[in-house]
């Protein structure tokens, strides 16, 4: 190699190390911010919700956003985010978390205390699960942004024809779906989410809770109740005894179930809101003939569905806080608010957002849903969650697929939430 | 004189290789002896007792057996076939051109992908797999089927590459030794058995390693498929150590978990390398 080709290469890297450095700058000559904000990917049409973060920007010339979607499995979104902040990035300012995540978040030191931005006075405009959700050590560490819960969706059309109401009890619907099924040729009667991954844990939990049973209780396992073993025999019983969810079941996940139901083939199906959206399309196979309700309970308790649902949060490292309240402070704005659950179907997490005569006619189930976020839980919010998680995944899994008895899966699950509460508090 | 300008010339190289291959492997290692849990600050000490915790770890034991006998399985069907194919377009044939390039398909489709595609071929309700079979079979739910299942997907993946090398190794082999087999009047199975084999024998042990040293650090395929479900069926080292360093951000323990694979791996390759010195000083 000559010497002459040698500095042109030299200079080459050189200029790309420069252009690579100056990328993580963050002030462009003008003295206006960009503001890094990371989310998932956005269901529905991302032009509308570009045109929500254009209107911040007019009313905020010094700042820019620029948005990175994050790629769309919520491990990999988490992974992301641990990688950075445990090495402390300043390359993201706002970051959209799952419920889960915020406490784990917050006792790791991730997160900015939001507390000022949500006076005690204003914690009440959400709903009560999220709330619990963003509190850590009585600090708020993210504003919620939009909720999701658990829900139950049924075949008006069919439950009209055999002249049955959508049911309160779990054994309601075993028994409604029963009836359709011997009445239509080819029908599942419920499907549900069964794969080892965290849907099979919101699943499971609406079961235990919607029998009075929980997963921690004083600081440790309480997971292993009488309650929880025979709502656990109970999932696996739709399997094997009542037959009314078919042994696909337990490799099912979210889109799995929406096709199936979408298709026409099931009398009932546990989803998270989005599916309405999509089940109500044109072109779809059961257009305008879907119902939605809360989730059933066991005889004589209540029912409770698992929530969902994202935060927004500020990196504990950006060096824009300021801005990025202001960008959270909006987000969270009714005014924001409205446009998102308008334009994308986004379930507010304001309350009062569900009394807007707007969202009431676009929406028609609104009122309902109300309803159903008031009472939703959040899974156990607690900085162990991932952890005591990754424990009940494969024993729910083990209990449905017969590996292991309900009551052995959950033995075996409250003896490793015990020693891992155990192992971390020492 | 001598000519020592050569490490010089290879300076780089070595540093490039510390940088990216040396030092995080030492950092591993070094964690591997700490509790380190960043969410609740804990970073401490422990010794080898990560190491003394995997021996009691059943669910640790649960992914090497996983592990093991995925690679165990898939390392051999892939052998068979890829020798089987191998043979066959070898022959004269028309297009073969063709066939020797549609072969590659698979191995050339990104593994997340054709794991997706193997997803929608399992499922239970829709799949091609149950349409093809009359059969209603819940691939990737019944703890029996979910594991061959991604064995299945996995075979189906590198069969291609192991074709392509065995593929190779024929074209070394001189023509010569089937004419003069075929004059002494050997039939197809011995030519096949005293002839052929013997003389792939190098290619095959460079395959086994390669496929081998893949198969046990596999991870995209069956999590893609499964997710280590279910019950952790079809949980392997690789997807075990990925919750704990990833999901739950047990570093210490994790990186321990990561070790052993790499010793594992390791070893392994050792043995491989030793069968292949002795195979080239004969």
Redesign the interface.
Known sequence: MTTRSLRIMTSLMLISILAASCSGEKKDGSGTTVLVFKHGKIAGDYAEFKKLLDRFERQNPDIRIKDEILPSST?EQ??FY??NL?GKSADFDVLSMDVIWVP?FA???WLRDMSGLLPPKRRGDFFPGPMRAVTYHNRIYAVPWYIDAGLLYYRADLLDKYGLKPPDTWEELVRTARIVMSGERGMYGFVWQ????EGLVCNTLEFFWSNGGRVLGRGKAAIDSPENAQALAFMKDLIVKYKIS??????AVEE?CR??FGGG?AVYMRNWPYAFKVLERRGSAVRGKVGVSELPAFDGRKPRSALGGWQLGINRYSRHAREAELLIGFLSSPEAQKFLALALGYNPALKSMYRDPDLRLARPFFERLYRIFMSARPRPAS?YY??IT?VM???F??A??G??SPQEALESASRQIDHLLGV?GR | MRDDRGTGFTAPAVVLLTLVTAYPLAYVLYLSLFRKMVIFDISKFIGADNYLYMLHDARFWNALENTAYITLVSVALELALGVGIALLINRPFRLKAVARALILVPWAIPTVVSAKMWEWIFNTDSGVMNYLLGARINWLGSPFWAIHAAVFADVWKTTPFVVILIYAGLQVIPRELFLAARCDGAGPWQIFRRITLPLLKPVILVVLIFRSLDAFRIFDTVYVLTGGGPANTTETLSIYAYKLLFQTLQFGYGSAMAVVVFLCVGLISVLYVKMLARESAW
């Open positions: 491990d988490h992974q641990v990688i445990e784990e006792r790791a030191g069964g794969k080892q991954y078919p042994p696909l079941v337990t490799t799995t096709r199936i083939r900085p991932m952890m990754q995944q494969p024993e899994s083990a449905l697929t590996i292991k971390v």
